[in-house]
């Protein structure tokens, strides 16, 4: 809800309540984490996942990208199936209108890109990419966390990146 909110303050142009918001989550965030410094908690990842999202699906990819980027810092902590499924996404989409030379990057772009997905390849070799598969008969079958990860695709898609620049 908090997310939603967020983009209906950006998308009538009422950035400051959105970012007063974000400010207000954030605070919340930071005192819960000094409380209980084990918990995990996503609602800020979350809102900055959404947001940049939307900045992607409306072509600002440089913007939406390290949007989502931020969203998952500190990795430790956010990178998770769901937070990287999302993620993802936003940066298949990105490649795949580079590829197409709908839309150019500037290298610092790329450099933020490629170091973001080094350190997600660092902090996801023990986050599974997706949970399990179907099978034709409709039985569940759970997948190899070894092939299944996040390190894995970060860095397949750090390869996509190094490729589209040129290296």
Not at 19 to 32: G, V, Y
Not at 118 to 126: F, I, L, P, T, Y
Not at 136 to 145: A, H, Q, W
Request: charged share 30%; aromatic share 8%; proline share 3%.
């Amino acid at each position: 809800i908090l997310a939603n909110l967020c983009v209906s303050y950006i998308m009538i142009s009422q950035n400051e309540s959105a970012e007063e918001l974000m400010r207000t989550i954030e605070k919340e965030e930071d005192q819960l984490m000094f409380n209980e410094p084990d918990k995990k908690c996503y609602h800020l990842c979350i809102v900055n996942l959404v947001i940049g999202t939307l900045y992607c699906s409306k072509g600002n990819y440089e913007f939406g990208v390290s949007r989502i980027i931020k969203s998952l810092e500190p990795l430790d902590r956010r990178l998770g199936t769901d937070t990287w499924f999302h993620a993802k996404r936003c940066f298949v989409a990105l490649a795949e209108v580079v590829a197409k030379h709908i839309v150019s990057l500037k290298d610092t772009s790329y450099y933020e890109i490629i170091t973001f997905l080094e350190k997600a390849d660092e902090h996801g070799k023990s986050v599974p990419s997706r949970l399990e598969t179907l099978e034709e008969d409709g039985m569940v079958k759970p997948l190899d966390p070894k092939v299944h990860c996040v390190s894995r695709e970060a860095r397949d898609l750090k390869r996509v990146f190094l490729r589209l620049m040129g290296q």
